[in-house]
């Protein structure tokens, strides 16, 4: 079996769920390729990949639209088989719909056998606290194995969200869709920025561009925000938008935490603990 990862991730998280997958299918002899989905025109998966599983963060409640496009754009699939895993920031609604994802992927000929929801801290609104974050990513561990074998003892399992999630992330998609124009066009880069260059390198839209008065944000943002976390000197930022987005969390530093109990410190957190039960 040969199992081809892509993901798309904005702050990182969805990149560290994807490197754990593949050491987890790895430890049990599984073939993995693993790639970021970028703007490629062609993807390419090759006839020797039996299984293509694409991990993406939740953007109001359903995959970036920038990970649909990429979908849409996949090669015939010729009835092979999908592992859908996204990355909400909460346990919300299970993580949205996959019906989106489902649709298009059914056009291009591959068939969705699994899907798993693993919540990862949110990188909007408000910020968990480092111990809430790290029983997270514990319990992250916990449901990367069970898909592990689940992919290996080829079971089809899928969560569908129902009917009125699909129509609510609709809704939330469209409000997306207009802030998005205006988030991207409220982005500045203050005096700090060194020109590096790297926010126009990194943005998965290609919206960033340098001029000789600096750098340019322009109007097909995907509020990903990959361009305010990565930036080396935090140099971007917002003038209306700046409660939106949190501060990055060291996820490695986390990763290594042995935080023996949890508290729970306000009603937003308290919303994880049914989730982390389970898990
Ligand atoms: C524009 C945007 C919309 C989001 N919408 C949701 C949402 O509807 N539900 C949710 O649980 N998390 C939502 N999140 C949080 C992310 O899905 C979550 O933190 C994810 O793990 C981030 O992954 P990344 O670091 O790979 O980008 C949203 C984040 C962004 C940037």
Redesign the pocket.
Known sequence: MKVDIRYF???????WLADQLKKALEKRSIAVSLGAIGLDADPQIGPETLTLMICF?????DAPPFVQEWAGRLPQGEGRSVVLVR????P?FD??TTRTMRRILAERGWRVTVERMIV?????FIRVSDDLAAFLLAAAHRRIATLADDILGGKELLEDTGSFVHYCSRA?NLL?AHHGFRFGRDLRANKTCTRCGLCVRECPSGTITMTPDGIRFGDRCQ???RCLSRCPVKAIHSRFYSWFSVENYDLSALDKVDFSTLKLRSWFERRYRNYLERS
């Not at 990862?120 to 909007?124: G, I, L, S, Y």
């Open positions: 991730s904005g702050t990182g998280n969805t990149a963060p939740v953007y109001g409640l990355s909400p920031g909460d919300f993580g949205g990862m801290p949110p990188n909007v939330c997306l509020v990903c925000i």
